[in-house]
């Protein structure tokens, strides 16, 4: 029979025993076939789930939430799918600058991408140890939503911070763990909240992790080394600590007194700082919506001084600096952590055999010293 097909014997035993035809271009038939939603289902408990083996997590939803999310081998190749394509995405053909494939956070109204941080405060007692701030700010309005000062940073504190704050917003956790296209949930309303920070152990922690899949919040985080990528909560924490409206303490006597200047540093901030990111307004108006109604009002100002002044009004619109007030569209956060950027810094961070640190970026190739 191999004869008259033209085949040789041993692949004709395999195609016999059911083995897979594996030359190039081969069509395979998939006798379990899913569809695209259960895939979804899959996928989604696979991302929330990255400690628990596929075998386990067949079992686990079993159990927990009476659903099969298929075989623990189709588990393990969609595991392996989703390898394949992130690594397809960082191949060495790319005609991007440093080949880093760069996803923004972007916030076009309040309520949809909070930023949070934690920094320290100096005690005066004992000299050298510090009291935390723990501080969570909406990205698009930069109006700080909550802030608690401790004695330690720990994630068990992070998760029980973090769910105040987003209580505060009311955002409500979707009732299905499916995650959407972009890869973060959505709420009963349709609403999207991404929480955005630092690689602190306190933010990578597992508590604070579990405590965001229990909120059904997405959470993203700084390139390692990137503290820019955060710079909405560090330009914040600067002004905190080096603005000269409000001073600050050279240290606080106790855990009370740092409280209670936070809370009147963070009153100021949000009712009475104009801040230069939103056309110097405050961040509590921008996260009331009154920002277009104070822009408005700016114009009209201005056009009745330009009415007043015939010449001024030609000079700006001739040179064309007449001002105009606009609020801005959206606020964007620095682009963050990535497959290509991981490896990346790795290399970065190991010395050749030559003892030469790697260089690695645009044009940069590895050479080692001969």
Not at 204 to 212: D, L, Q, Y
Request: with cysteine.
């Amino acid at each position: 029979m191999a004869d008259c097909l033209g085949i040789s014997k041993n692949t004709y035993t395999n195609w016999k025993k059911g083995f897979q035809d594996k030359r190039k271009g081969a069509k395979h038939v998939n006798n379990m076939k899913y569809t695209e939603e259960e895939r979804q289902q899959a996928y989604c408990a696979l991302m929330l789930n990255p400690d628990v083996s596929p075998s386990e997590l067949v079992a686990k939803y079993l159990d927990e939430k009476g659903i099969y999310l298929g075989s623990a081998k189709w588990l393990y190749r969609l595991l392996e799918e989703v390898k394949s394509n992130a690594k397809r995405g960082s191949s060495g053909n790319s005609s991007k600058d440093d080949s880093v494939e760069r996803r923004t956070l972007t916030a076009t109204r309040p309520n949809q991408v909070l930023v949070w941080d934690i920094t320290y405060l100096y005690k005066t007692n004992p000299l050298g140890e510090y009291f935390y701030l723990y501080a969570v700010m909406d990205l698009f309005s930069r109006n700080m939503m909550h802030w608690e000062v401790h004695n330690t940073q720990s994630a068990d504190i992070a998760a029980r911070f973090i769910e105040k704050a987003v209580k505060k917003i009311g955002f409500i956790k979707p009732k299905n763990e499916i995650l959407n296209t972009d890869g973060v949930n959505s709420d009963i309303f349709g609403n999207v909240l991404e929480l955005h920070s630092d690689n602190g152990a306190p933010m990578r922690g597992s508590t604070m992790v579990s405590k965001c899949l229990e909120l059904g919040i997405s959470c993203t985080y700084n390139r390692p080394r990137h503290s820019n990528d955060n710079a909405h909560m560090e330009a914040s924490f600067r002004l905190l600590k080096h603005g000269h409206e409000i001073l600050i303490p050279e240290s606080f006597d106790s855990l009370e007194q740092a409280r209670d200047w936070v809370d009147s540093y963070y009153d100021w901030y949000n009712n009475k700082h104009r801040h230069s990111g939103i056309c110097y307004i405050t961040p509590k108006d921008c996260y009331d919506g009154k920002g277009e109604e104070l822009m408005a009002n700016r114009n009209r100002i201005m056009e009745e001084f330009y009415e007043r002044h015939s010449k001024q009004k030609a000079l700006a619109e001739a040179t064309g600096k007449r001002k105009y007030w606009k609020m801005p569209e959206k606020a964007v956060v620095m682009p963050f952590y990535s497959r290509r950027s991981k490896v990346k810094n790795k290399i970065r961070g190991q010395k050749l055999d030559s003892g030469e640190w790697a260089n690695v970026g645009k044009g940069e190739e590895f050479k080692k010293a001969g």
